[in-house]
């Protein structure tokens, strides 16, 4: 007898989208979250799910989404903890946003293997997740860090030489697209990439 096929991810995308919604608040949407198995190939080879991080107390001056969990996140289940989580903490700082004040998010909850790009049916997919994390957190300002993140808000032919510097009102929320800190270290401390991404960090932190 023929192996059962997987789940088609339309439909398991579907299914992201209703039990997301049906979370009250943000530990039911975590706890549902991690247990997720819409991609098989992420769900096979991930380690955690990486639901992100929220203050302790109260709601997030800002919210700051990247694209995927690295290895170190994978491993930790964290988001934004390894090296490019380093430089964002200190750039956030030089702005004067405390990253604990701050919600940081993922636009894919799992990593992929060998850090490639999220393919779209997997952004679709976790994107019922991520929906219901911005309604429960209510922030009114998003900070979207490369361009898979910027594209998932403003459309798949952003340009993001084109967008960043300035917020676009998206649902009733102001985004800000800039450039992900893996773009700024790879660019190196003196490269553009790190200029523009502390110089949009720092004009979203006055815009607060
Ligand atoms: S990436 Fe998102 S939708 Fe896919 S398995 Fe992980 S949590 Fe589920």
């Not at 299914?15 to 549902?32: F, I, K, N, Q, Y």
């Not at 800002?62 to 903890?81: H, K, M, N, S, Y």
């Not at 964002?88 to 993922?106: I, T």
């Not at 660019?187 to 502390?198: D, E, K, Q």
Request: charged share 20%; with cysteine; glycine share 10%.
């Amino acid at each position: 007898m023929a192996p059962p096929r997987p789940p088609r991810l339309d439909a398991a995308a579907d299914e992201v989208a209703r039990t997301a919604a049906a979370a009250p608040d943000w530990d039911s949407l975590a706890a549902a979250a991690s247990g997720c198995l819409a991609c098989p190939e992420l769900a096979a080879t991930r380690q955690h799910v990486v639901v992100g991080d929220v203050p302790v107390h109260g709601r997030p001056r800002l919210v700051v989404i990247g694209e995927a969990p690295g290895a170190t996140e994978d491993q930790t289940g964290r988001p934004f903890v390894g090296k490019s989580g380093q430089l964002l903490d200190q750039l956030l700082g030089e702005a004067g946003v405390d990253r604990a004040d701050v919600a940081v998010l993922n636009i894919v909850k799992c990593r992929p293997p060998g850090n490639r790009t999220p393919r779209i049916p997997e952004v679709t997919a976790c994107s019922g997740w991520l929906r219901r994390q911005l309604e429960l957190l209510g922030a009114p300002v998003v900070v979207a860090l490369g361009l898979s993140s910027a594209k998932w808000f403003l459309g798949p032919k952003t340009v993001l030489g084109q967008v960043r510097g300035r917020p676009h009102e998206v649902d009733g929320r102001s985004v800000w697209a800039t450039y992900h800190p893996s773009a700024a270290i790879r660019f190196g401390p003196r490269g553009a990439p790190r200029a523009a991404l502390a110089e949009d960090l720092a004009a979203v932190a006055a815009s607060l």
